[in-house]
T-cell receptor
Framework: AQSVTQPDIHITVSEGASLELRCNYS??????LFWYVQSPGQGLQLLLK??????LVQGIKGFEAEFKRSQSSFNLRKPSVHWSDAAEYFC???????????FGAGTRLFVKA | SAVISQKPSRDICQRGTSLTIQCQVD?????MFWYRQQPGQSLTLIAT?????????ESGFVIDKFPISRPNLTFSTLTVSNMSPEDSSIYLC????????????FGQGTRLTVV
């Protein structure tokens, strides 16, 4: 069965510092991978997605993620964090044949001045 | 892309009652999904709803508690039955991607509080 693990429940970074959020997945076939962001009281927003091809994918708001098949990972990165990036981040895997989406537990990002 | 409308957007309900949440999509889709997001938690898939057949429930969710209807390719309902305070959550409707390279789309959710 497919699953997603986000090992960090919360992370605190200083504004302007770099960020990496970890994500590991388990899926028997080629995964479709996503990162979503959810600000307090808001809906889900898709940051980026990976389906095939180049393993480094660019997303919105300056985020990028790298797919590493050998490590079953899809870590999210940003070179310089802004205070407005404080939110909950969800890694997710989508299944083929219907795109049922399975979410990780989420990582809450705190940004300090 | 798909535009998903959920109603109601929020509700406060008495324990022991039931609430039906509606999900309308602006295009025909084969599969629709219902998720629950408990306070401070991630999204958990409740069930997959296909038109013309019974919904498929994930482990820990049962039809008696969360009956689902899927009368056509653009509409679905989720009922939360015999509610208790533990059912206080956000319930989200989702539709699957329409093909390779597309992602699932989510409604804005229904925020349910059971008192």
């Amino acid at each position: 069965a497919q699953s997603v693990t986000q090992p960090d429940i919360h992370i605190t970074v200083s504004e302007g510092a770099s960020l990496e959020l970890r994500c590991n997945y388990s899926y028997g076939a080629t995964p479709y991978l996503f990162w979503y962001v959810q600000s307090p009281g808001q809906g889900l927003q898709l940051l980026l997605k990976y389906f095939s091809g180049d393993t480094l994918v660019q997303g919105i708001k300056g985020f990028e993620a790298e797919f590493k098949r050998s490590q079953s990972s899809f870590n999210l990165r940003k070179p310089s964090v802004h205070w407005s990036d404080a939110a909950e981040y969800f890694c997710a895997v989508g299944t083929t044949g219907g795109f049922k989406t399975i979410f990780g537990a989420g990582t809450r990002l705190f940004v300090k001045a | 892309s798909a535009v998903i409308s959920q109603k109601p957007s929020r509700d406060i309900c008495q324990r022991g009652t039931s609430l039906t949440i509606q999900c309308q999509v602006d295009s025909q889709v084969t599969m629709m999904f219902w998720y629950r997001q408990q306070p401070g938690q991630s999204l958990t898939l409740i069930a997959t709803a296909n038109q013309g057949s019974e919904a498929t429930y994930e482990s820990g969710f049962v039809i008696d508690k969360f009956p689902i209807s899927r009368p056509n390719l653009t509409f679905s309902t989720l009922t939360v039955s015999n509610m208790s305070p533990e059912d206080s959550s956000i319930y989200l409707c989702s539709v699957g991607g329409t093909g390779i390279g597309t992602e699932a789309f989510f409604g804005q959710g229904t925020r349910l509080t059971v008192v």
